[in-house]
Nanobody, 113 residues
Framework: VQLQASGGGLVRAGGSLRLSCAVS????????MEWYRQAPGKQRDLIAK???????NYADSVKGRFTISRNSAEKTVILQMNNLKPEDTAVYYC????????WGQGTQVTVSS
């Protein structure tokens, strides 16, 4: 099983980015999917989760600005990030909650003020 995250980059405050996590080698329909982020010197935090039936949960810091979605046919999980702030700067990771949880390699998001 492999997870490939992409879509990070440099954006100005107030801008948007769309992160994508491609899942291969697993039936992702069976598992919840999550996005985490880790800023320099800080722990890795859960920011968004989507269940197998599409229910979603968000960290307070991103609620109302970020949207997680899943396309099981295309085996991707999307994190749409709007109204980005400098404090959103971090490496973003996707994770599949399979019996052995697996992580993608991370994609850097940098938000300039």
């Amino acid at each position: 099983v492999q997870l490939q995250a992409s879509g990070g980059g440099l954006v100005r405050a107030g801008g948007s980015l769309r992160l994508s996590c491609a899942v291969s080698g697993s039936n992702m329909r069976r598992y919840a999917m999550e996005w985490y982020r880790q800023a320099p010197g800080k722990q890795r935090d859960l920011i968004a989760k989507i269940g197998i039936f599409g229910s979603t949960n968000y960290a307070d810091s991103v609620k109302g600005r970020f949207t997680i979605s899943r396309n099981s046919a295309e085996k991707t999980v999307i994190l749409q990030m709007n109204n980005l702030k400098p404090e959103d700067t971090a490496v973003y990771y996707c994770k599949i909650n399979s019996p052995v949880p697996l992580w993608g390699q991370g994609t850097q998001v940098t938000v300039s003020s």
